[in-house]
């Protein structure tokens, strides 16, 4: 289906309807690997923002959790890397005009 065919569909389908495509959506976002939470999160966020954005929003699923199979990434800058970072920055700013 085309996304116009995917609108037509969601405000003509009967309620059940509308679940099954949730639930494809669901799917599609738990099949993606290799990818963070947030990139996870922002994907199903863009998809139901298309059928809000055209009238035909999906079913609200509180139940839906999305599971990443990648680990958060993990900052390791410390407060002496940024000690010893500083200077170097403002010396490059008064460089630049």
């Keep these: 289906m085309n996304p116009d065919e995917l609108v037509s569909y969601m405000e003509n ?32 966020t863009v998809i139901r923002s298309f059928f ?9 699923d509180p139940n ?3 599971r990443a199979d990648v680990p958060p990434v993990k900052g390791t800058l410390t407060l002496e890397n940024v ?3 500083a200077p170097v ?3 490059f700013r008064r460089v630049i005009p």
């Design 13 to 44: 389908a009967s309620r059940k309807e509308q679940y099954n495509l949730l639930d494809i959506v669901q799917n599609y976002i738990l099949s993606l690997k290799g990818m963070r939470l947030k990139s996870l999160q922002y994907r199903y």
């Design 52 to 60: 809000i954005h055209n009238r035909a929003e999906l079913p609200k």
């Design 64 to 66: 839906f959790r999305i």
């Design 83 to 85: 000690r010893d970072i």
């Design 89 to 91: 920055v403002c010396r």
